[in-house]
């Protein structure tokens, strides 16, 4: 009996132990998550404008057709895909996987499957691709907890070389979309060639009524205004374009940032309110295999002293 107390006392403080790093872990998760929500809900009214900007000028450019807007015939495809470097944020990755396995299994059915080719950003990304057998043609891990256009100049500089020299027909995106607090959904779509739905399917999201209300408005009017361009329509498309493009793969890697905190964060809280039970139903179990011992002693008390007596 003391052996089996002694055993659920060591369980016990296991347990306890393990519950203030799960604590602690969702405490820094929440903390980061904040930040990365701000940086993602400071990033839409740029995008929202933006798109709006490209509506207009792409309405006024009729000289040539931009590369990053061509359509072409879809021969070779390069997928973009963003996980976080670390685990322990629930099912977070195993819903992405799945929707780029989704997305893969559509392609098989058409009549040509295009050949697909990989970027990775993210461990995660790196190790799932590579257990999977795909080509990947550049990894980017350790993306910083809290990104900044800087950290992804270098992505965003080999998908526009390599889509303008033609080396892929079509670009798409594979990331997490943060859609709320308790709401990450993964999401596959298309990244080049530009096009106003996609930058529309971009700035989507969790928006509160008020600001969004403010942020159409103003997107509006920058559709209405009329414009002075210098030295041309065409020309300002072509500086315009790659930014857009950037802001893009930007968007994308903020809001997986904010998936990947948030899930973590609500991971570590159950984690927490498990180790919490399970101490309870221990304790709870200690405390009857200790009653049970002390009602033992006492009956071979009273009995060795009915004997005497």
Known sequence: MAKGTREIRRKIKSIKNTRQITKAMEMVAA???RKAVAGTLMLRPYARLAQALLRNLSDKTVQTIHPLLAQREVKKVLVVMIAPDRGLCGGLNTQLFRKLN????????????????YIAVGKKAQDFLRRSGKQI?????AISAHPTLKDTFAISKMVLSDYTLGAYDKVMLVYTDFVSVINQKPTVRRLLPLSRHALEEMV??????????????????????????????????EMLLPRLTEMQIFQA???????????????????TDSATEIIDDL??????????????ELAEI??????LG
């Open 204 to 237: 989507e999201g969790i928006d509160t009524e008020a600001h969004q209300t403010k942020i159409d408005t103003q997107a509006e009017a920058v559709a209405v205004q009329e414009y002075k361009f210098e030295p041309s329509p065409d020309t300002v498309l």
């Open 137 to 141: 043609v550049a990894a980017y891990n």
């Open 253 to 271: 890697i903020l809001e997986a940032t904010a998936s990947e905190h948030s899930a973590r964060m609500f991971a570590m809280r159950n984690a």
């Open 102 to 117: 989704y997305y893969l299994k559509a392609e098989k059915k058409k009549a040509q499957m295009p050949e697909i080719a």
């Open 283 to 296: 304790t709870l179990l200690y405390n009857q295999l200790r009653q049970a011992s002390i009602t033992a």
């Open 302 to 307: 009273s009995a060795g002293r009915a004997v």
């Open 31 to 33: 903390s980061k998550m």
